[in-house]
């Protein structure tokens, strides 16, 4: 069983930055791939980054490569997601979910999810 806490959403401006953060507990995190996924009101459920367990490479959605950077702390058991340059279309409820696979190129939720944070991007 897997625990997932998130934290460190808000409102910022167009362009701002926001980090968010993800608490994990139950399991050892480097037992698992982490990854962050967001659904805006109206919209799908869309993939954002994800990380391995050994936290040497991130994997992106198109909408927020070179903007957002994922990251890990085995250490803390702490899984970073840092947006940047954020757009209005960024705003949506940001969930952390465990383990992220694979097929082929794409994505798969894993069955542990955290209750979401909401990031609003607006003046």
């Known amino acids: 069983q897997v625990q997932l806490a998130e934290s460190g959403g808000g409102l910022v401006q167009p362009g701002g930055s926001l980090r968010l953060s993800c608490a994990i507990s139950?399991?050892?995190?480097?037992?698992?791939?982490v990854g962050w996924w967001r659904q805006a009101p109206g919209k799908e459920r869309e993939f954002v980054a994800s990380i391995g367990r050994s936290g040497s490479r991130g994997e992106y959605g198109n909408n927020v490569k070179g903007r957002f950077t994922i990251s890990r702390d085995n250490a803390k058991n702490i899984v970073d997601l840092q947006m940047a340059s954020l757009e209005r279309d960024d705003t949506a409820v940001y969930y952390c979910?465990?383990?992220?696979?694979?097929?082929?190129?794409?994505?798969?939720?894993?069955?542990?999810w955290g209750q979401g944070t909401q990031v609003t991007v607006s003046l």
């Open positions: 979910n465990s383990p992220i696979t694979w097929t082929g190129m794409d994505p798969v939720a894993g069955a542990y």
């Open positions: 139950g399991r050892s995190a480097t037992d698992y791939a």
